[in-house]
């Protein structure tokens, strides 16, 4: 995504195909979350932003957990 695209995401604000998280801190609240974009038609979950489209950042300690969560496969 280009920073433009992200830009304009933000000022539009939430809608259903768009989720701002400033953070999640239970695996389970982020398959809740990709499950219900899932059974929609898809969108984008933004993380590191407020409801109301601050920028909030993550730690590099929570972009690491989170690849993790998002990078397991189970067979």
């Not at 933000?10 to 990709?34: C, M, Y």
């Not at 898809?42 to 601050?54: F, T």
Request: net charge negative; proline share 0%; hydrophobic share 35%.
């Amino acid at each position: 995504m280009e920073c433009n695209e992200l830009l304009d995401i933000l000022n539009r604000g939430e809608d259903s195909a768009h989720q701002f998280k400033e953070n999640f801190t239970s695996i389970d609240n982020l398959a809740v979350e990709i499950s219900a974009l899932a059974n929609t038609d898809g969108g984008k979950i933004i993380i590191g932003v407020s409801d109301k489209g601050k920028l909030t950042g993550l730690s590099q300690e929570d972009i690491h957990r989170l690849n993790q969560w998002t990078s397991k496969v189970k067979r």
